[in-house]
C-alpha cells in the first residue's frame, strides 16, 4: 500500500482481556518498530523488527506484550490479560532498511481499557 | 542511555510569528530527525539532517544540525493555524542505532 495501516483504528476492551493490533507496513520495508504513545507523552519503544533477525524486544514494558512478524510483512502485537495502564496509541512504523533510517508511521491503534 | 530534551513542553504563538524550537543531547549524534504528529495521526517527517552543521529547509521550515552534533533546532517562519501539533526531534548515535525521540514540543497558533 501506499502507507502504513494500521487496524482498529479504536479499540475498546475490558481489563483482563486480551487484545491484537496489526499493522501492515509499507511494502518493500524490511524494518517494522512499533511504539507506544501515552496522552501528552512522547514515543516510547516497544519492539523492533528487521528482516529475518531476531527482533530487539528491549522496549516491550512486560511479558504480558510480544509481537510476531509474519513472513517479513504484517505485524500483530498483542496484549494479554491487559491493565488500565496500558490504554494509549500504539504507533507502528516502517523504513527501508535497518535501525536509524527514516520512519514512516501509521495512524496509530487508540487503545481504551476499561 | 541516550535522551533528547525538548523544552518546553508547549509553546504559544500568534498567527504570523515565527518560532524556533531547540533538541539538546548529551550524546553526540549523526542523524537528526524532525517530524510533526497532527491529532490523531502518526507523526510525519518533516526534515533530515546527516551533517553536522548542516542546513536545510521545507517551504518555511528550516532545520540545523548543530556544530558540537549534541544538537539540533527547527525553526518556523510565518507561522499558520494548520501548524499546530507536537513536533518531535529524534537522532541517532551510531549507523545501527535505533532512533531516539524527545518528548515532543505541542505548538498552538492563535489566529
Known amino acids: 500500500g501506499a502507507g502504513v495501516s494500521q487496524s482498529p483504528s479504536n479499540k475498546v476492551t475490558e481489563k483482563g482481556k486480551d487484545v491484537e493490533l496489526r499493522c501492515d507496513p509499507i511494502?518493500?520495508?524490511?524494518?517494522l518498530y512499533w511504539y507506544r504513545q501515552s496522552l501528552g507523552q512522547g514515543l516510547e519503544f516497544l519492539i523492533y523488527?528487521?528482516?529475518?533477525?531476531?527482533?530487539?524486544k528491549s522496549g516491550l514494558p512486560s511479558d504480558r506484550f510480544s509481537a510476531e512478524r509474519t513472513g517479513g510483512s504484517v505485524s500483530t502485537l498483542t496484549i494479554q490479560r491487559t491493565q488500565q495502564e496500558d490504554s494509549a496509541v500504539y504507533l507502528c512504523?516502517?523504513?527501508?532498511?535497518?535501525?536509524?533510517?527514516?520512519?514512516?508511521f501509521g495512524s496509530g491503534t487508540q487503545l481504551s481499557v476499561l | 542511555g541516550q535522551q533528547l530534551n525538548q523544552s518546553p513542553q508547549s509553546m504559544f504563538i500568534q498567527e504570523g510569528e515565527d518560532v524556533s524550537m531547540n533538541c539538546t543531547s548529551s550524546?553526540?549524534?549523526?542523524?537528526w530527525l524532525w517530524y510533526k504528529q497532527d491529532p490523531g495521526e502518526g507523526p510525519v517527517l518533516l526534515i533530515a539532517?546527516?551533517?553536522?552543521?548542516e542546513l536545510t529547509s521545507n517551504g518555511r521550515l528550516t532545520a540545523q544540525f548543530g556544530i558540537t552534533r549534541k544538537d539540533s533546532f527547527l525553526n518556523i517562519s510565518a507561522s499558520i493555524p494548520s501548524d499546530v501539533g507536537i513536533y518531535f526531534c529524534?537522532?541517532?548515535?551510531?549507523?545501527?542505532?535505533?532512533?531516539?525521540f524527545g518528548k515532543g514540543i505541542t505548538l498552538s497558533v492563535r489566529p
Open positions: 539532517l546527516y551533517k553536522a552543521g
Open positions: 512504523a516502517s523504513s527501508e532498511t535497518g535501525v536509524g533510517e527514516k520512519l514512516f
Open positions: 523488527f528487521q528482516g529475518n533477525s531476531a527482533p530487539d
Open positions: 529524534a537522532g541517532r548515535t551510531g549507523a545501527n542505532s535505533k532512533l531516539t
Open positions: 511494502s518493500g520495508h524490511t524494518a
Open positions: 550524546s553526540i549524534f549523526n542523524t
